[in-house]
């Protein structure tokens, strides 16, 4: 098993504490509402704290059925959040798990800079490349951008 480790950074005009809860503590009520393609987002273990599992279920237009991920760290003080990605079609043949840490900071010039490391843990003696990954993170990107748009359309939502 090989690890392959990534990172990368979004800039929003949204302060971390709505960015954290977007995305994070309150996904469950918003990625629906934001991403056509996520139908919910359900606890199926725990109570949304550490240790806890959280089931999204996609609609038919998606490539996924089912992705689960485990809530490994949660500092809702400073905005930090380590989640895996434990089981799912997003993983493959190739993957065994991906590991994310998410932090939400201060942007000099307001709004919040996401930085988020991947380490993607490979089945045998898979090797991955950056390229392998890019659509997926564009993804993810695309639905930071659009959670950001989404809660400065509607600032009362994650407030």
Do not use: W
Not at 32 to 53: F, M, W
Request: aromatic letters at 8%.
């Amino acid at each position: 098993m090989g690890v392959f480790s990534f990172f990368h950074e979004l800039k929003t005009n949204v302060s971390p504490k709505r960015m954290f809860k977007v995305l994070i503590t309150d996904n469950h009520d918003v990625l629906p509402k934001v991403s056509p393609s996520i139908k919910n987002i359900e606890t199926v273990q725990g109570d949304g704290g550490v240790g806890s599992i959280k089931q999204t279920n996609f609609g038919d237009d998606s490539p996924f059925k089912t992705l689960k991920n485990r809530v490994d760290f949660l500092d809702a003080e400073n905005y930090v959040s380590k989640f895996t990605l434990i089981e799912g079609d997003a993983l493959g043949d190739q993957l065994e798990k991906i590991c994310y840490e998410m932090k939400f900071e201060d942007s000099k010039d307001g709004g919040c800079v996401i930085k988020i490391t991947s380490d993607y843990h490979t089945k045998g003696d898979v090797v991955l490349k950056e390229e392998d990954i890019n659509a997926g993170k564009e993804h993810a990107m695309g639905l930071y951008k659009a959670c950001a748009d989404y809660l400065i359309a509607n600032p009362h939502v994650c407030a």
